[in-house]
């Protein structure tokens, strides 16, 4: 068993709060897609379905963005206590990035996220379009900023280290922020925050279009226009994020090998390699135990070559592998969701093609029993980038080892016994709302915003619309 000790903790810690924590923005950046297509399909057909879905939505949106904003909060603390050597040596290139975001995206959101909350009837409908797409934007931009501080330490370019000190700093910001593995990453985590609400959305939907059928009542409009978008979304967005995975799969052969060797559970480097279906991998004997696999297409997959050579974790000095086990798990259940998402769009598809779409209970159950699944992938595709980076946080530069705070063992697990007792109270009382949000039907024929003008101007003074008065 693992020593536990100060790092171990530290962690343990740091993986529990941004476990919490990444759930809720991938869902933002999705619903806030959703939203803004919802009211410009609104805005352009007249259909009061779709403001239907839109108020419905907006609610869960308030909800989940002030959970992300919470949770986020904790993580930067946790830099200064718990990460002291990383923030000081990595500060010179992450800090002004985490800054950009601030002074990007949240100044964005800041600004048009009241209006996109509370303006529906108080300002034009153009302009609650325009906050609506500007926080839209604003979330990905945030995510894009993220997105380049991590994969910096993926793929560290850009830089110099400072004799002396060992800090890190910037030599080329375009190097920088545009490093090898941002691109891929940012269409791969984009991709799969709208696979997220895909199947939120259409979890929901299965939920009321079966609790009709139980009714013996026909589903209402918003209900059955919600699981149709979600199920389109599914059947479009899964298979290009399969190929999107492949584009990054390569990438990462090329930039961190030693991940990949763990992903597949390779020991020995090979050409015409198999692809391993499962096993265990063994990282004391130096062996994956009890393996199913194809013969030649882990070569064909991680090479497009039958050919082609397959790293092995025996190419590395053994400080330098990261932990098999959960590398090779996380990847294969992240996999295995992604399969089953595909599997389900192209389920949708054929049910339309044969007018059965919403009549099929398979599909609904289906839909329903994969709600979290996206949340999961999620979850298990930054265990395995994370985890298979190890045991580095800048990668083959500085050691996570060498990037903990001097803080003792008493005080880490008091820390985090104090994050775990708060977050599942607080956390569990968030997710209890949005479930009994979701258990509430979309209303039908709801009013949108007043054709003519709104009922109020500036957000303060009362316009009256008595002609007599």
Not at 313 to 329: E, M, T
């Amino acid at each position: 068993m693992p020593e536990l000790t100060a790092l171990s903790l530290a962690r343990a810690q740091f993986a529990f709060t941004v476990g919490f924590h990444i759930v809720f923005p991938a869902f933002s950046i999705g619903l806030a897609a959703y939203l803004a297509v919802l009211e410009g399909l609104w805005l352009k057909t007249g259909r009061a379905a779709y403001i239907d879905l839109f108020k419905y939505w907006l609610r869960v949106f308030s909800i989940v963005f002030a959970m992300g904003v919470v949770s986020g909060l904790v993580m930067s603390y946790e830099f200064g206590t718990n990460w002291s050597q990383f923030a000081q040596k990595a500060g010179p290139i992450l800090g002004p990035m985490l800054a950009y975001e601030v002074m990007t995206a949240f100044f964005l959101e800041a600004g048009f996220l009241g209006v996109m909350m509370f303006g529906l009837n108080r300002v034009g409908r153009g302009l609650h379009f325009a906050a609506t797409c500007m926080v839209s934007i604003g979330t990905l931009i945030s995510m894009s900023w993220i997105l380049a501080s991590n994969s910096w330490m993926q793929t560290p370019r850009g830089y110099t280290i400072e004799p002396g000190t060992g800090r890190f700093l910037p030599a080329n910001w375009w190097e920088i922020v545009f490093n090898p593995s941002f691109p891929f990453r940012l269409v791969h985590m984009a991709l799969a925050a709208f696979l997220c609400v895909a199947f939120i959305v259409g979890g929901v939907g299965a939920w009321h279009l079966l609790k009709a059928r139980r009714l013996g009542r026909e589903p209402t409009e918003p209900v059955r226009l919600m699981f149709s978008m979600a199920m389109w979304m599914a059947a479009l967005v899964a298979p290009i994020q399969i190929l999107a995975g492949d584009a990054h799969g390569l990438n990462t052969l090329k930039h961190q090998p030693a991940k990949i060797a763990a992903m597949e559970g390779d020991w020995e480097s090979k050409s015409r390699a198999p692809e391993l279906l499962f096993g265990i991998p063994d990282m004391k004997n130096e062996t994956t135990r009890y393996k199913v696999e194809i013969p030649l297409v882990g070569s064909l997959i991680l090479t497009h070559s039958l050919d082609g050579k397959v790293p092995g974790l025996k190419d590395f000095p053994k400080d330098q592998r990261p932990p098999a086990y959960i590398v090779f798990f996380s990847f294969r259940i992240m996999v295995a969701i992604g399969m089953l998402m595909a599997l389900i769009g192209f389920y949708s598809l054929f049910l339309r093609w044969r007018g059965k779409f919403y009549t099929d209970k398979w599909l609904h159950r289906a839909a329903l029993i994969m709600t979290p699944a996206g949340f999961i992938a999620l979850l298990c595709g930054w265990v395995t980038t994370e985890v298979g980076r190890q045991p580095f946080t800048v990668y083959g530069l500085l050691r996570t080892a060498d990037s903990v705070a001097p803080i003792s063992l008493p005080n880490m697990a008091a820390s985090m016994t104090g994050f775990v007792v708060i977050y599942f109270i607080v956390f569990a009382a968030g997710i209890g709302i949005l479930v009994r949000n979701f258990a509430e039907e979309p209303h039908k024929g709801q009013e949108g915003p007043p054709d003519h003008q709104p009922h109020r101007a500036a957000g303060t003074t009362q316009v009256s619309h008595n002609p007599a008065e």
